[in-house]
């Protein structure tokens, strides 16, 4: 009978865990990989395909989010769809509207936006093979891990996962998320492949056009050596636990200590140093000797 009840309270108790790990506490910031994928689908490399499915390479769970709530009560503000002319209007039977001009739209049925198919929709096609040196970097997007979704897929995607691997090369293939068709590059990693999304080329601005109006006049010999020397003095392995969001730490400690009854203190803003003469303030930081700013900041 004791070993029941306590079979049933640590039931009860991962129960618990499991319901508390989708509102994780304001100092949790431990990453992990969702159990829900973002896409499921066909992998398909010619005539051989597999079964996989897209998972979210880096997560926002961490992230400190706020709702909005009436200070009169503390009740957390809902966001009706409401009807200039006729009022509130259920969520459910909403449409969607393409704007032509000001007030004229042209309407669009659920349905028939679900008619629009692509054979993208289900599968990631494999069309072309290409160098990493030749995407820049500014059409990287968002990165996934892609699974194998089925245990009879696995050996379809190591053959493809190991043919990329002897290539070297990217390959390119195009999927539909989230109603939209996106280009994406896979690449294998240890045992699986990592894809990331590929902004298309109307969504980049070209960098030529964002700095056109920069001067190309060249700056001062002594001054850009100055500069080198200072760079070689903080070079160093790309380290990310090194770097944490400073805010996002300033923002825990403000709810920590809320939460304690605290009574909060403004600081006084920090004076920003105007550079007055160039070449002094370079001397100055190659005389610091290497010294780099702390990456990392101690937690109270």
Known sequence: MAAK??????????????????HKPANSNEPHLSSRPV???????SLVSCPVALFGATTKASDISFHLLNP?????????????????????????????AKNKYVVLSNDELKAVKLE???????????????????????????????????EAYTVIREALAEAGRIALGRVVMHT?????????????IV?????????????????ADIPASRPDKQ???????????????????????????????????????????????VEQDNVIDLMAALKKS??????KPSAKRARG
């Open 180 to 192: 939209r068709e996106r280009l994406v590059a896979l690449e294998p990693e240890g045992k699986g």
């Open 5 to 22: 009840k306590k079979a049933k309270t640590a039931r009860r108790k991962t129960a618990t865990r499991k319901i508390a790990g989708h």
């Open 72 to 100: 009169e009560t503390n009740n957390r503000i809902r966001m009706v769809p409401t009807d200039p002319d006729t009022g509130p209007v259920e969520r459910a039977d909403l449409v969607k509207g393409y704007e032509l």
């Open 39 to 45: 896409w499921q689908g066909q992998l398909r490399l």
């Open 286 to 291: 190659l005389k610091a000797k290497g010294e």
């Open 223 to 269: 001054m850009i050596e100055i500069a080198r020397k200072i760079i070689e003095q903080r070079e160093g392995d790309f380290e990310p636990e090194k770097f944490e969001d400073r805010y996002e730490n300033a923002l825990r400690d403000l709810i920590r200590r809320k939460q304690k009854g605290e009574k909060l203190v403004t600081a006084e803003p």
């Open 195 to 211: 894809v990331h999304t590929l902004r298309m080329g109307d969504e980049v601005i070209p960098a030529k056009e964002a700095f």
């Open 120 to 154: 993208t929709t289900r599968t990631i096609d494999i069309e072309r093979f290409v160098d990493e040196k030749e995407i820049d970097r500014l059409y990287w997007n968002d990165p996934y891990y892609l699974k194998p979704n089925d245990d009879s897929g696995v």
